[in-house]
């Protein structure tokens, strides 16, 4: 990945100085302290402007049907789906942080992955949104989709593709929420004990269930937490997959292809860790968090990145490639409709996103200089959601019966209702930034100096 | 309740009135208040403004008119189901009767589908020669038509509500008058009658008034070819053309496979058509035309030259017959046109006695009679062409008839006017300027179906009662008279023809149509009027004038009446002479001698493809049926070839200004490959201002599309002179389908005779490819009960769009709108696909394919597998299920159809608050709401209605006892359904054939509906590839 | 001072080294009733006291296969028994489509058992302890490291205790009220 490894000193993974108590104190300081800075309000304000904006999308599309938007014969599927996938996508990183990165010992992903798991969760919760409203009658398929006793006797079908993503993203919201709060335990206990605030004090003490860090409970929760990474890890590959079945399992020209769940978790880890950095790079200069969040966190990220990235290239590359070796004609009208078609333009900025912006990534400079390394993440999240855009409505629209064929345009409600989601993120996130640890504090005494007991100690 | 003011009110609604309950229409204080109540300012707001939302608006209307105007019930008097006796009405067991929808006079025999008093579709009438069994769009929209709320609904007397009683009493007076001057100043102006009632009214009303005349006019006159008729045969006739017996047909702009009528000409041509493996044998078309039409689409050749140059040719190719006429001097816009006439001209010699040669409505009368002359020359007189008396009543020129008339207004001769159903005001030439000759009328009386551009004009009008609301009879192109019987008691205040024409017979007055009908009839069966010889089907008397009224209404027509047996020889001193005054009277027909003198385009008039001369525009089917070709819905567009639109950078949908004598009118433009260059093709109809709230348009653009101003007298089809300019600006057009090209996936399978003869079976099966069924490790489905299937013939089918209609009315399928339809989301569940072969820049290499397109019915269906509810599965026949109910409408299905023959209900498209529309649904099929899924489903509900007699009696379902709505109606038996269990059913026969496929097999769909490949028979002289397999992979 | 009254001596260490050590020393002395606090997972501290939980991959195995039989279960039976339909003219029983929500259910069975087993197990949640009335306690979850050695432990003795822990370099020890 990288060319030269070790022609520079690596950097820290905290700035020296630093004692169990100053760490505990500085990043408790963000919740306890109850100061936020102008920047968490103006944010938030906004988040919650574009959340009342969701709302009212949503309160349109229920009293008039999914006609408000632009989807139409042949294009069933249109910004909802493209949303759904984009947001799951963003979701992995966080799993990826926590799960991967602690079973492949990684001590950096320590100072990162709680926000990367609070921003999975967040994710999840706007991607599970879609699935639902973007249905003809929401009403019931919040309910239909699920495998329940009922008087008619009907059962869901459990060979369709959108069935395994109920099953899937599902469980996926509920394994990273414990896994999530497993980690949140010994830290609530901190904030309980640290709080000044009664009210805070009580909640905090409910949470942290009377932990109190004893030895015993410690080793099985060192034990639990490295299942739960365990049971995970497979889990997110799955869940991106089945996500990608959605598409394989269907049999349009562009959808029906072997490659795309390996492809699908590329881009997903791809965009994760993009969005990651978009968040660590304000967040850390804002809160002063420079010395957990070093340059090396963020160099690290940009590696995962710019390797994903590369996954990602293959897999576009090996599309157009058989599309020309399957020799079906219809496989080979996709690709050159793709580049050339109506919507080439869409095609093009994608290529120019997710294939030529992130080789940037290849210099130490653009690495570990966050303002370019912000730009770049925000150039791949608009490239990822590209992706979806070209794989979902660009297959639609011009399939097998050229009588058949049409086009597709996302209306203002299309607009509104993404937007929307992006705001109700930002709004989740900046509550949680206030309300719990943003960083793993017990995580982060383990790094301290004197956290390792020496070997020889007592013989 | 006053009721009174609220015919008034109802009456006098223009615009954009609708009203929700008899509490509005009376628009009591109270009900305003309750009104405010109910529904909140906002309440307005949730409505689309437009497109179907309208058209919903408007049905609500009649919701209070069910109340007022009368509830549905069965007529008084005794009407005789086509099957069943009355008596035994089944709930939920719908009753047939035969009866006659009447088009430009003439009768198209219908049976029309009764569920417990309610019409709800109708259906061709299989006993009849004329119809057996087929129909049009225009026939099967007719229901449509008779539950629109917009229709007229009251008499009204300049401009006021007034009752039927006033008007008898205002018409007495204007009556005695004209009996002091034996009626010099009254004037009949109808369109073409047959009705035997009626000529014997007309000629009492002759008595009556001795100097009163009568007049016709119908824009879409059938004059030329009637006046070469009568000159031909010497006496009033019609030619007839058995396309069944005929080797080579051309076609010189006759477009006798499309449109109202056609339906024995499809029948008489499919059947020549059809071809199998082992008679291998087809007739040749050749259609010379200007204007792409469906007969030229279906042709083995078509030339596209302009419409002033097909007189030029017609000569040519008569001489080249030896049939007189001027040799090929002029020069023709395509140069294959000289190969042409001695390619056809040998082809007609080589079949003497078995062609035909038919020249088109569109075309002067010197182009019939040279079509004529090559008959007579070929000897297909007595054998393909035959004439036969009329049967209009006495039939006239209805252009002079017209002009007759407007002079005699102007010049203030006409002091009473009775307009029966023609629409002059918009209609007329013109130069005629009917409108203010109109005015100079005292009393003028218009009896229409709508309150429309005449009626505002005169000083009455009288609703008149539908088709299917009255009694009468009428004649059918064969002249065999049909009773019609009403389904249901006039909806408003509906008048028929016979009861207003007896207000001026004093023996008549007041007596009721029915009476008025059955009195004739008893008579004619006594031999006492009318000179018919009456029988039974078997050609026995009948025993009693009862029992022969049950019968002809039983039946749906009266044995005996036809004109068949009186065949007329031509020639003769008559013929010369008639054929001597034709050409005086039909001088104005002629095309100008030189057409280029005036220089500029060609400008085409046509009558539009789904809504006629304007007559339908309030059918919101018929505006959303796609024109052909164009595919365009809702609105007309301006016809122009692809070079000129490409040379002068023209796109779809630019605005156009066209220039004609001094008039200029502005419409969408619209290229269409094979469209003779230099050439524009308008349509007639649109642009109404005085119709209902789906036909009169709402943006000012639109309401400029009527281009009747532009036609004139001397040219009413085509003349030069016109200039186009681009305005600059764009108009949206609707379109269904937006890419004509097949892009080498061979939807449509076809091969020429040549190839079937050389190649045999390979050349269809090499234009695909099929997997081998045991290629899949998937074990088989056993279907042990039934095995349903479809075959659709593509060599017979001629893209008519019947099917289409028949579907919608069958199924219930709401209409959405313009704007909805521009997004792609129309619903039909039978789609007519269209695709262009050829280069567009040689009009005459242009061929257009069409094929039906309903559910394939997969037996591995794509879309079953990804439904995450189970609301589409397969049912123990093999169908392919849709429960509504259980979906959910995640559109999953529809993206994983490879063919795309499913519609979504992306809106609340079907109405649910309006009662009016609750009659005319099928209560046989689920009316689908908002968010859900649907499609085709071989018309389950027949196949069900099939299983319970066959069940009832405990036999199997016999072939052909399941007819889905699309092969009822069909004109040409391309559609067949069947069980593939049953080893003689006809489905299996076809599906034998060699020329059988399946749409995209290569997916392993194992669809059951397929297709039998087309089949042209080109002239190799010509061009032997045309229509040939290598064309398909293009 | 009674012994009774008391619940256990609570010593408090700067480090994790000198509690490890302690700890050894303790459980060297034979002290059973014992436990280690500290504000961060210390390996050595736990393997002090020999502590060595095994169960907990017990019970995520066995939530683990419940999901998937049920899962697997639940898919055949309505596939099968309650709602056999044809589909697309799939075999009732299309085990390759059944596997992904197998696949699912089997983790999501898998980690709330873990969670489950680890809240379950630890005995939380268990909102009062004796060693909160312990006003420096509150440390444990900062920057502080605690040994407590409770009075019910046999080998118990308030004054022999206190001398043992008094010689490991405690920064201060406590009397933990019951």
């Known amino acids: ?459 | ?1034 | 001072m009674a012994t009774a009254s008391v619940y256990g001596l609570l010593a408090e260490f700067d480090t994790p080294a000198d509690l490890v050590a302690a700890t050894r020393r303790v459980h060297a002395e034979g002290y059973r009733k014992i436990d280690t606090f500290s504000p961060f997972p210390v390996e050595e501290a736990w393997e002090a006291m020999h502590h060595h939980d095994k169960r907990l991959s017990l019970i995520v195995l066995l939530g683990g296969l419940t999901g998937m039989v049920s899962g697997y279960g639940l898919e055949y039976w309505v596939h099968t028994m309650a709602y056999p339909v044809n589909v697309a003219g799939k075999p009732l029983n299309s085990w390759p489509q059944f596997i992904p929500v197998t696949f699912e259910m089997t983790v999501l069975f898998a980690a709330i058992s873990a969670l489950l087993g680890m809240i379950v197990l630890n005995g939380l949640p268990m909102p009062y302890h004796p060693v909160f009335n312990v006003e420096r306690f509150a440390r444990a979850s900062q920057d502080k490291f605690f040994l407590l050695i409770e009075s019910a432990d046999p080998k118990f003795d308030h004054s022999g205790t206190l001398e043992l822990l008094k010689g490991l370099n405690p920064s201060e020890i406590n009397e933990v009220e019951p």
């Open chain 2, 1 to 1034: 309740m006053d009721f009174s003011a609220i015919r008034s009110r109802l009456a006098s609604t223009e615009g954009r009135l609708f009203w929700r309950s008899i509490g509005e229409l009376a628009d009591t204080p109270q009900f305003r208040e309750y009104l405010h109540r109910e529904f909140p300012e906002q309440a307005a707001e949730w409505n689309d403004p437009k497109g179907r939302r309208e058209f919903l608006k408007l049905m609500s209307a009649s919701l209070a008119l069910a109340g007022v105007g009368a509830c549905v019930k069965q007529p008084p008097e005794k009407i005789i189901p086509y099957v069943t006796q009355p008596e035994e009405i089944v709930p939920g067991k719908p009753l047939f009767f035969a009866t006659a929808y009447p088009f430009g006079g003439i009768g198209i025999p219908v049976l029309v589908e009764s569920h417990e008093g309610h019409p709800t579709k109708v259906e061709g009438n299989p006993e009849h020669p004329t119809s057996l069994g087929g129909t049009d769009i225009f026939a099967q929209a007719a229901i449509l038509q008779l539950y629109d709320p917009d229709r007229a609904k009251a008499v009204m007397g300049r401009g006021e509500t007034r009752g039927w009683n006033e008007f008898q009493s205002a018409l007495r007076v204007a009556l005695l008058q004209q009996k002091s001057k034996g009626g010099t100043g009254l004037r009949f102006l109808t369109e073409a009658m047959t009705s035997p009632t009626i000529a014997e009214q007309v000629s009492l009303i002759q008595q009556a008034f001795p100097s009163a005349k009568w007049h016709q006019w119908d824009p879409i006159a059938r004059d030329a070819s009637r006046m070469a008729a009568h000159a031909a045969a010497g006496a009033p006739s019609d030619a007839r053309y058995h396309f069944d017996k005929a080797d080579v047909v051309v076609s010189l702009e006759a477009d006798f496979l499309c449109g109202a009528l056609s339906v024995p000409a499809q029948k008489a041509f499919a059947a020549r058509r059809r071809f199998t493996d082992d008679k291998k044998d087809l007739s040749r078309l050749y259609v010379i035309e200007s204007t792409p039409s469906l007969t030229g689409a279906r042709a083995d050749h078509r030339l596209p030259l302009k419409a002033s140059e097909i007189q030029a040719f017609s000569a040519a190719l008569a001489a080249a017959v030896g049939a007189g006429g001027a040799q090929a001097s002029s020069t023709f816009s395509i140069p294959n046109a000289q190969k042409w006439i001695a390619a056809v001209a040998k082809d007609l010699q080589a079949s003497r006695g078995k062609s035909i040669v038919m020249a088109g409505d569109y075309q002067p009368l010197a182009v019939h009679q040279l079509a004529h002359a090559m008959n007579q020359a070929l000897g297909n007189v007595g054998t393909t062409v035959e004439y036969l008396p009329t049967v209009e009543i006495n039939p006239t020129n209805q252009l002079a008839s017209l002009r007759d008339l407007v002079q005699a207004m102007s010049a203030g001769q006409v002091e009473t006017l009775v307009i029966v159903g023609a629409n002059p005001v918009f209609t007329a030439p013109a130069d005629l300027n009917f409108r203010d000759a109109l005015a100079k009328v005292g009393f003028s009386v218009h009896h229409s179906l709508y309150y429309d551009e005449t009626s505002r004009y005169c000083t009455w009008m009288i609703p008149a009662a539908h088709a299917f609301e009255s009694w009468g009879d009428v004649r059918a192109l064969d002249g065999t008279v049909t009773i019609m019987q009403p389904l249901i008691a006039p909806l408003y205040e509906g008048r028929t023809e016979t009861e207003l024409l007896g207000c001026f017979v004093d023996a008549q007055n007041n007596r009721s149509a029915h009476d008025l009908v059955k009195d004739y009839w008893t008579r004619a069966h006594a031999k006492q009027v009318g000179g018919w010889t009456i029988t039974d089907p078997k050609g026995q008397p009948f025993h009693s004038p009862e029992s022969f009224w049950k019968h002809a209404l039983h039946d749906g027509f009266i044995t005996g009446t036809g004109v068949g047996g009186e065949r007329r020889e031509p020639g003769g001193a008559a013929a010369a002479a008639a054929a001597a005054g034709a050409n005086d009277a039909a001088s104005p027909l002629a095309a100008p001698a030189s057409p280029a003198a005036t220089g500029g385009m060609e400008i085409i008039f046509r009558p539009d493809p789904t809504i006629w001369d304007g007559r339908f525009a309030n059918n919101g089917w018929l505006q959303e049926l796609p024109k052909p070709f164009s595919t365009i819905t809702w609105d007309p567009s301006a016809w122009i070839g692809r070079k000129y639109a490409i040379d002068h950078q023209l796109e779809d949908g630019d605005l156009i200004e066209l220039k004609y004598r001094g008039k200029s009118v502005t419409l969408p433009v619209w290229p269409i490959d094979g469209h003779p260059e230099g050439s524009v093709t308008v349509f007639l109809g649109y642009g109404r201002n005085a119709t209902g709230r789906v036909g009169t348009p709402a943006d000012d653009v639109a309401k400029g599309f009527d281009v009747f101003p532009l036609r004139s007298s001397d040219a009413l089809w085509f003349d030069n002179g016109l200039e186009i300019s681009k305005v600059g600006r764009r108009y949206l057009l609707a379109r269904v389908q937006e890419h004509h090209l097949m892009e080498g996936r061979a939807p449509i399978r076809m091969a020429t005779l040549e190839e079937y003869r050389n190649e045999g079976t390979k050349v269809i099966q090499k234009q695909g490819e099929k997997p081998p069924r045991a290629l899949s490790i998937i074990p088989e489905w056993e279907y042990n009960s039934y095995r349903w299937a479809m075959a659709i013939d593509l060599a017979t089918c001629t893209g008519c769009s019947t099917c289409t209609i028949a579907c919608q009315s069958e199924n219930n399928i709401p209409v959405v709108g313009k704007e909805q339809v521009d997004k792609g989301r129309e619903m039909h569940w039978i789609r007519v696909d269209h695709y262009y072969v050829g280069n567009p820049l040689e009009p005459e290499t242009v061929e257009s394919h069409h094929q039906p397109r309903p559910c394939m019915q997969c037996e591995t269906a794509p879309c079953e597998l990804v439904c995450p509810v189970g609301a589409t599965t397969h049912s123990s026949e093999g169908l392919n299920d849709m429960v509504y109910n259980r979906c959910v409408g995640t559109r999953y299905c529809s993206n994983n159809c490879p063919y795309k023959v499913r519609s979504f209900n992306f809106l609340l498209y079907q109405d649910w608050d309006t009662q009016s529309l609750y009659p005319m649904r099928n209560p046989d099929v689920t009316v689908r709401s908002r968010g859900v899924m649907e499609k085709c489903t071989y018309c389950v509900q027949r196949i069900n209605y099939a299983r319970i007699a066959a069940k009832r009696d405990d036999r199997r379902i016999q072939d052909g006892e399941v007819v889905p709505a699309c092969a009822a109606a069909c004109p040409s038996d391309a559609i067949v359904f069947g069980d593939l269990n049953d080893p003689n059913s006809r489905v299996n026969k076809l599906r034998a054939q060699h020329r059988n496929y399946g749409v995209l097999e290569d997916l392993n769909t194992r669809p059951r509906t397929t297709y039998l490949a087309d089949v042209r028979n080109p002239n190799p002289e010509i061009d032997g590839e045309r229509g040939s397999s290598k064309l398909a992979a293009e």
């Open chain 1, 1 to 459: 990945m990288d060319p030269k490894p070790a022609t520079y000193p690596v950097a820290p993974l905290i700035e020296p100085g630093h004692t169990f108590e100053s760490i505990t104190d500085k990043i408790s300081a963000v919740v306890l302290s109850g100061r936020q800075p102008l920047f968490w309000f103006v944010v938030l304000g906004f988040g919650m402007l574009l959340t009342g904006m969701l709302g009212m999308a949503i309160a349109w599309l229920l009293l008039r049907g999914v006609g408000i938007w632009g989807v139409n014969i042949p294009v069933g599927w249109g910004f909802a789906i493209i949303n759904f996938v984009w947001w799951i996508g963003i979701g992995h990183a966080g799993t990826l942080i926590s799960a991967i990165l602690l079973l492949l010992k990684q001590g950096w992903r320590t100072s990162i992955n709680r926000f990367a798991e609070a921003m999975t969760i967040f994710a999840v919760m706007c991607a599970g949104l879609f699935p639902l409203v973007h249905t003809g009658r929401p009403w019931l398929a919040a309910y239909w989709l699920f495998p329940y006793p009922n008087s008619m006797s009907i059962w869901p079908q459990f060979r369709s593709p959108l069935i395994w993503d109920v099953f899937a993203v599902s469980t996926y919201f509920t394994v990273s929420l414990i896994f999530w709060y497993t980690g949140l335990i010994p830290d609530l206990a901190t904030l309980r004990d640290k709080a000044k605030n009664r009210v805070a004090k009580v909640i905090y003490g409910m949470f942290s269930l009377g932990w109190r860090g004893s030895g015993r409970h410690w080793q099985r929760y060192e034990h639990i937490y490295l299942l739960l990474a365990g049971l995970s890890t497979p889990l997110v590959l799955s869940v991106h997959t089945v996500v990608s079945f959605d598409f394989s399992i269907g049999i349009v020209p562009g959808w029906h292809t072997t490659i795309f769940p390996p492809y699908f978790v590329a881009g997903a880890i791809y965009d994760g860790f993009a969005m990651v950095l978009t968040l660590a790079i304000p967040i850390r200069a804002v809160y002063h968090l420079e010395d957990f969040i070093t340059t090396r966190h963020l160099e690290n990220m940009a590696k995962v990145t710019l390797a994903t990235g590369l996954i990602v290239a293959y897999g576009y590359t090996s599309e157009v490639f058989f599309g020309w070796y399957s020799a079906n004609k219809y496989e080979g009208f996709m690709i050159w409709n793709r580049m050339t078609g109506p919507y080439w333009y869409m095609y093009w900025t994608l290529i120019f996103c997710n294939i030529i912006s992130p080789q940037w990534l290849w210099f130490k400079k653009v690495r570990t200089s966050p303002f370019l390394l912000f730009c770049v993440a925000m150039v791949v999240n608009v490239g990822m959601w590209l992706e979806r855009f070209v794989i979902v409505v660009v297959s639609l629209h011009r399939d097998f019966v050229p009588a058949a064929w049409g086009m597709y345009h996302g209306t203002k409600w299309d607009y509104m209702t993404f937007f929307g989601t992006v705001g109700f993120f930002l709004t989740m996130f900046f509550l949680f930034i206030r309300a719990l640890p943003m960083i793993s504090i017990f995580e982060m005494r383990t790094l301290a100096p004197g956290a390792k007991v020496p070997a020889t100690e007592g013989h």
